[in-house]
């Protein structure tokens, strides 16, 4: 049993526990750069439907997909160095750090591939052939026509994938990583206030996931300006049909029975 209620001691955690924020949002924007990376280079074989490079990019993308973070942690701190060493490769000195970040890229890459693909199958095929009937190379059209509207859809869905990569990070402790996670767990262990620990590590993660969450959906209005309706155009489009409203009730009152005279 962990020693008895004391509130005070949350705020005394902010600070220990914010000395350690930099070290998670390392793990964050790492794996997020490396997941960047490893998506297109699914993705691509995906939308192309390279036929060997199609089949392998499925199974990568199931097996991050369909297994837990916890265990690919696992199999590559354990397990990848010992497969090095049958090509001659040592890398049991190499950080704790450069594996997790590793990890988390390739399960983040996994979850973005679909993302692009779905994003980029999502745009309208006839704008790709109207680009292609007004001379524009295919380099072109994807980035003048496909890319910006790819972009505006799978921004919602980066952001999902954001904050779960920011919450999932907790894990990162179980390899001696000493993050938010890992911090809170020794500050219990020494004080046994395993709970005011906790809350505190749960409000400083609410805080930084609303911080990702406004400042994504701020890209996220950017990219879809171009959709958003013009206000003075409405207004414009207001006060014409009105007018016109106006006078097709002239024109029916200056007849007899609604009938021209």
Same mark, same amino acid.
Do not use: C, W
């Given at each position: 049993?962990?020693?008895?209620?004391?509130?005070? $001691?949350?705020?005394?955690?902010?600070?220990?526990?914010?000395?350690?924020?930099?070290?998670?949002?390392?793990?964050?924007?790492?794996? @997020?750069?490396?997941? *960047?990376?490893?998506?297109?280079?699914?993705?691509?074989?995906?939308?192309?439907?390279?036929?060997?490079?199609?089949?392998?990019?499925?199974?990568? #993308?199931?097996?991050?997909?369909? +297994?837990? *973070?916890?265990?690919?942690?696992?199999?590559?701190?354990?397990?990848?160095?010992?497969?090095?060493? @049958? #090509?001659?490769?040592? =890398?049991?000195?190499?950080?704790?750090?450069?594996?997790?970040?590793?990890?988390?890229?390739?399960? /983040?890459?996994?979850?973005?591939?679909?993302? *692009?693909?779905?994003?980029? +199958? %999502?745009?309208? &095929?006839?704008?790709?052939?109207?680009? $292609? !009937?007004?001379? =524009?190379?295919? $380099?072109?059209?994807?980035?003048?026509? #496909?890319?910006?509207?790819?972009?505006?859809?799978?921004?919602?869905?980066?952001?999902?994938?954001?904050?779960?990569?920011?919450?999932?990070?907790?894990? !990162?402790?179980?390899?001696?990583?000493?993050?938010?996670?890992?911090?809170?767990? /020794?500050?219990?262990?020494?004080?046994?206030?395993?709970?005011? %620990?906790?809350?505190? @590590?749960?409000?400083?993660?609410?805080?930084?996931?609303?911080?990702?969450?406004?400042?994504?959906?701020? %890209?996220?209005?950017?990219?879809?300006?171009?959709?958003?309706?013009?206000? !003075?155009?409405?207004?414009?489009? &207001?006060?014409?049909?009105?007018?016109?409203? &106006?006078?097709?009730?002239?024109? *029916?009152?200056?007849?007899?029975?609604?009938?021209?005279?």
């Amino acid at each position: 049993m962990g020693a008895p209620f004391d509130y005070t $001691y949350i705020f005394g955690y902010f600070p220990k526990l914010l000395s350690t924020l930099g070290m998670t949002l390392l793990i964050v924007a790492g794996s @997020l750069l490396a997941g *960047i990376v490893v998506s297109f280079l699914i993705a691509l074989p995906r939308l192309y439907r390279i036929p060997v490079l199609n089949g392998l990019a499925r199974v990568y #993308v199931s097996f991050f997909r369909g +297994t837990p *973070i916890l265990i690919q942690l696992f199999l590559f701190y354990y397990g990848l160095p010992e497969m090095l060493k @049958l #090509v001659h490769i040592d =890398m049991s000195k190499a950080p704790v750090l450069v594996f997790v970040i590793l990890t988390y890229g390739l399960h /983040t890459g996994a979850f973005m591939s679909e993302t *692009i693909r779905a994003s980029v +199958t %999502a745009v309208d &095929r006839g704008q790709v052939e109207a680009a $292609y !009937a007004i001379g =524009m190379k295919g $380099y072109q059209a994807f980035s003048r026509i #496909v890319l910006p509207q790819a972009l505006a859809i799978a921004v919602p869905v980066f952001s999902n994938l954001v904050i779960a990569l920011l919450k999932d990070t907790s894990l !990162a402790f179980t390899l001696g990583v000493m993050e938010m996670t890992g911090k809170a767990e /020794t500050l219990g262990a020494l004080t046994q206030h395993f709970v005011e %620990a906790y809350i505190s @590590l749960s409000l400083i993660y609410l805080a930084v996931s609303l911080t990702l969450e406004k400042l994504l959906r701020i %890209a996220e209005r950017r990219l879809l300006r171009h959709e958003q309706p013009d206000p !003075a155009g409405q207004r414009r489009f &207001r006060l014409q049909r009105k007018r016109g409203y &106006r006078g097709l009730i002239a024109g *029916i009152g200056s007849g007899k029975g609604g009938a021209e005279a």
